[in-house]
């Protein structure tokens, strides 16, 4: 091995707080999702408590989850995300609906990758993990045996336990349609301005 000259040796601490995180040779990498998939999830944010589907359907261009709060009167609350960037979040029991323009499409099925720093192997609830985290965003648990997604952590706090995870499940186009009341009479949607505030499920905007 050369040993480095001094302005070597200094040129190298001058670069190294500029170099990403190295990713090793031969780390793992994330499995990309499958284009559709039904996952079922329990959720925990601080303490506050929720069941979630997600319909992920990427040939489709949309991206649907439904959560129901702890006993929440007026469960289910939808956030059906489309691709051309329009997200609404809709509670049927108020006939509620607000909608967003998030300015960017529903996450890539590899929206994981780029970026991803693989963590090593750790144990989320008994399944043996690969684990990865994305710009202080979201910590990833991956089944090292199935490739299955196990666990996620959010920066928020929000932590989602995968319980179920269908690969090929596609969700009838009907209950992707936003309701009525989402929509102005003359067809419109009621659309606020993108203003950062964005109550995705994963925040489009971060990634
Ligand atoms: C949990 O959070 C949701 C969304 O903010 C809220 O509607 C619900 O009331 C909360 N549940 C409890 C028990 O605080
Ligand atoms: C996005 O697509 C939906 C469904 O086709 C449509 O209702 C909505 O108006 C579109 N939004 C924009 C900004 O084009």
């Not at 499995?31 to 601080?46: C, E, G, I, S």
């Not at 399944?127 to 090292?144: G, L, Q």
Request: charged share 20%; glycine share 8%.
């Amino acid at each position: 091995m050369t040993p480095l000259t001094p302005a070597a040796f200094l040129l190298l601490l001058l670069c190294l707080p500029e170099a990403p995180p190295a990713a090793a040779a031969g780390d793992p990498t994330p499995t990309p999702w499958p284009p559709q998939f039904h996952a079922t999830m329990v959720m925990d944010y601080h303490g506050n408590m929720s069941i979630a589907d997600l319909w992920y359907d990427w040939p489709g261009g949309r991206n649907l989850h439904v959560i129901r709060y702890q006993l929440a009167d007026d469960a289910p609350y939808f956030d059906n995300e489309w691709n051309n960037g329009t997200s609404f979040f809709y509670t049927p029991a108020r006939r509620s609906c607000r909608s967003a323009a998030v300015g960017v499409g529903i996450l890539r099925p590899d929206w994981l990758l780029p970026g991803a720093v693989y963590l090593g192997r750790r144990d989320a609830g008994g399944f043996d993990c690969h684990v990865w985290a994305k710009a202080d965003f979201i910590t990833y648990y991956e089944d090292v045996k199935t490739k299955r997604p196990v666990k996620w952590v959010f920066y928020t706090g929000r932590i989602a336990y995968v319980m179920n995870f269908e690969v090929g499940a596609v969700l009838e186009d009907a209950a992707w349609q936003a309701p009525e009341y989402c929509f102005n009479k003359d067809g419109g949607t009621i659309t606020e301005a993108a203003d950062g505030h964005d109550d995705s499920f994963i925040p489009r905007n971060v990634l």
